[in-house]
């Protein structure tokens, strides 16, 4: 059993800045990547940042070219969370955030997603 959890969520007013973090527990053998996607009312859900292991491949990381510049991802191996800092925040950033992993449960076992339970994130004045 895999579980992912979020926290950092919340209401923030425009340019200002919220740190999300997403711990991963249970049965997890190794990690091939960690990320985040959003997803707003009636649209669907998308890649915001991801990270890849720097241990088992090249350690890339990928961001949405409406964040870039503005949002950071990072990784706590030791911890099995990721991170996403997010500044000069605006009100289109408004959206559930959910937290992904790829990962494998044992040595045997094939690479699978998991999502986390997803955050709140509301940009307003």
């Known amino acids: 059993q895999v579980q992912l959890v979020e926290s950092g969520g919340g209401l923030v007013q425009p340019g200002g800045s919220l740190n999300l973090s997403c711990a991963a527990s249970?049965?997890?053998?190794?990690?091939?990547?960690m990320g985040w996607y959003w997803q707003a009312p009636g649209k669907q859900r998308e890649l915001v940042a991801s990270?890849?292991?720097?241990?088992?491949?090249?350690?890339?990381?990928q961001y949405a070219d409406s964040v870039k510049g503005r949002f950071t991802i990072s990784r706590s191996y030791a911890k099995n969370t990721v991170y996403l800092q997010m500044n000069s925040l605006e009100p289109e950033d408004t959206a559930v955030y959910y937290c992904?992993?790829?990962?494998?449960?044992?040595?045997?076992?094939?690479?699978?997603?998991?999502w986390g339970q997803g955050t709140q994130v509301t940009v307003s004045s």
């Open positions: 990270i890849t292991s720097s241990i088992i491949s090249s350690g890339s990381i």
């Open positions: 992904n992993a790829n990962l494998r449960t044992s040595s045997s076992a094939m690479p699978s997603i998991y």
């Open positions: 249970g049965r997890i053998f190794s990690i091939y990547s």
